[in-house]
């Protein structure tokens, strides 16, 4: 009895693929690198939204003469909050692809948190940033963490692409 032959390919066989190079002193040291500037731009943005949620309430709370209170501080709010979720997001972005790594949107959220929270004490002289009827910057705050948040949680659940 004769059993049909298995159809083969007749092209050779490729080598098998060599594993990927380990990285050198020169990819970790740019990882580094991004990573210290990832960590100052987070203080940066901290430093930038808590400047503007300041003088964007002094702007409302003393309006321009011919302006509603109303359309100034709407304007205002919905500009600075867009600028604090737009700017959060490419902050994490340039974290995660500069360090590579899951866990690099903490690197620039930790430091934009400890900023925020100094902004709400009061200093020796009695200068505080924001204060508890400082709307716009009680918004900035709470579209920054949740920003930050959800691009943590997302760097955390997606599973990593094969490269």
């Known amino acids: 009895m004769t059993l049909p032959a298995v159809p083969m390919s007749v092209t050779p066989e490729s080598p098998p693929a060599e594993p990927p190079a380990r990285p050198g002193p020169a990819d970790a040291a740019l990882r580094i690198g991004g990573g210290v500037v990832s960590v100052w731009a987070g203080l ?5 939204n808590l400047l503007f949620a300041t003088w964007a309430w002094e702007v409302v709370k003393g309006r321009p003469a011919g302006l509603s209170k109303t359309v100034v501080g709407t304007s205002l709010a919905v500009g600075g909050i867009a600028a604090v979720v737009v700017l959060t997001v490419l902050v ?5 692809a500069a360090v590579g790594t899951r866990w690099a949107v903490a690197l620039p959220a930790v430091p934009w948190f ?12 009695g200068d505080l940033v924001l204060t508890g009827d400082n709307l716009l910057g009680l918004g900035m705050i709470l579209a920054g963490a949740i920003t930050f948040a959800v691009l943590g949680f997302r760097q955390i659940v997606v599973p990593p692409t094969a490269s």
């Open 44 to 48: 940066l943005a901290a430093v930038l």
């Open 92 to 96: 994490a972005w340039f974290a995660h």
């Open 114 to 125: 400890v900023v925020i929270a100094a902004g709400s004490f009061k200093t020796a002289e």
